[in-house]
């Protein structure tokens, strides 16, 4: 079984660019969020994809968006970066319609905007 | 979503067992609790989930009372590699499309 892999896992970017992360989901699972953790926060709910449409947003600009691909891999893509935007981004799957499926994270992006 | 709130540190020795308790008062009647386990740098691994009486697995023990307003984390004879961030998050998984993450608890073993 493989698990979620997420890359890369360091980046530095400049206020103002764009930046794709990138992530594949654990072997047999159809469903992936995404997750954005401040230093010594818990992780924050940016939105969900299933069946390669978004099925649930948290409360984040649409400067963030995603994508999500027939074999269940996705993207993050952030546009416009400001400061507040470094963290490390959590991608997790699931199996929908598994009944009380947990998340199943990978170990995230450190992405740091100078 | 159920609201959930857990003490924000607690130290412990190795070889001791510890629990974390997490109340959610609000638990509907279709929701399930799940804990998770973080290290620094890495994400959140998942660690037990119920819904009611008692759980157990190779790492953990759930204990969830009748009124299911409360659940509690049992860590046995922790040890060094057990220091992490423990969440509690209830929800209707998975239902529940957003799984909200609280500040969790900051569990430190000392030597």
């Known amino acids: 079984e493989t698990g979620v892999t997420q890359s890369p896992t360091h980046l530095i970017k400049t206020r103002g660019q764009q930046v794709t992360l990138r992530c594949s989901s654990q072997s047999g699972h159809n469903t992936v969020s995404w997750y954005q953790q401040a230093l010594g926060q818990g992780p924050q709910f940016i939105f969900q994809y299933y069946r390669e449409e978004e099925n649930g947003r948290g409360n984040f600009p649409p400067r963030f968006s995603g994508l999500q691909f027939p074999n269940y891999s996705s993207e993050l893509n952030v546009n416009a970066l400001e400061l507040d935007d470094s963290a490390l981004y959590l991608c997790?799957?699931?199996?929908?319609?598994?009944?009380?499926?947990?998340?199943?994270f990978g170990n995230g992006t450190r992405l740091t905007v100078t | 979503l159920a609201k959930t709130t857990q003490p924000i540190s607690m130290d412990s020795y190795e070889g001791q067992e510890v629990n974390i308790t997490c109340s959610h008062n609000?638990?509907?009647?279709?929701?399930?609790i799940t804990w998770y386990q973080q290290f620094p740098s890495q994400g959140p691994r998942f660690i037990i989930q119920?819904?009611?009486t008692k759980v157990t697995n190779e790492v953990a023990s759930l204990f969830i009372p009748a009124d299911r307003k409360s659940s509690t984390l049992s860590l046995p004879r922790v040890s060094l590699s057990d220091t992490a961030v423990y969440y509690c998050?209830?929800?209707?998984?998975?239902?529940?499309?957003?799984?909200?993450f609280g500040t969790g608890t900051r569990l430190k073993v000392l030597a």
């Open positions: 997790a799957s699931s199996l929908r319609g598994a009944p009380n499926s947990p998340l199943h």
């Open positions: 609000n638990i509907a009647t279709n929701d399930y």
């Open positions: 998050l209830v929800g209707d998984f998975p239902g529940t499309y957003k799984y909200i």
């Open positions: 119920g819904y009611k």
